[in-house]
């Protein structure tokens, strides 16, 4: 439900969205919630990047719902630089699993001033 919502709040227009996925114990391993979420109002924009450990059944799911994806990189601190640097001036939309959202914050900490929230840099 949360992702649903979280896709609903946003408006992927004039955007650039990266989705990641991971399947850690605090993140439940279970993927299948993945076929639970409509994701077919990203049809339009696509996703410009997907990662994460389970990047590639994300890859998968939105290929079902027609999403164009332009790029797959499971190193998430790669994916992260590579996301944020692209298209300068763009808004960016990341979308993620909790463990994925913590490495996330850590990568982008590392390109720009990130308030900490208890998870590091």
Not at 59 to 87: C, G, I, K, W
Not at 112 to 121: F, I, L, Y
Request: charge should be negative.
């Amino acid at each position: 439900m949360g992702f649903r919502l979280s896709l609903a709040s946003f408006t992927p227009e004039g955007c650039d969205t990266m989705i990641a996925i991971n399947d850690e114990y605090a993140d439940g391993r279970d993927m299948s919630w993945l076929w639970d979420v409509d994701f077919s109002s990203l049809r339009d924009t696509g996703v410009a990047m997907i990662s994460g450990v389970r990047a590639w059944d994300m890859a998968l799911r939105l290929e079902y719902d027609q999403v164009p994806v332009n790029s797959v990189n499971t190193e998430l601190e790669e994916a992260v630089s590579t996301f944020v640097n692209a298209n300068p001036g763009t808004p960016k939309h990341i979308y993620c699993t909790y463990t994925a959202m913590l490495k996330t914050r850590a990568a982008l900490g590392k390109i720009a001033e990130v308030a900490d929230a208890g998870v590091g840099k």
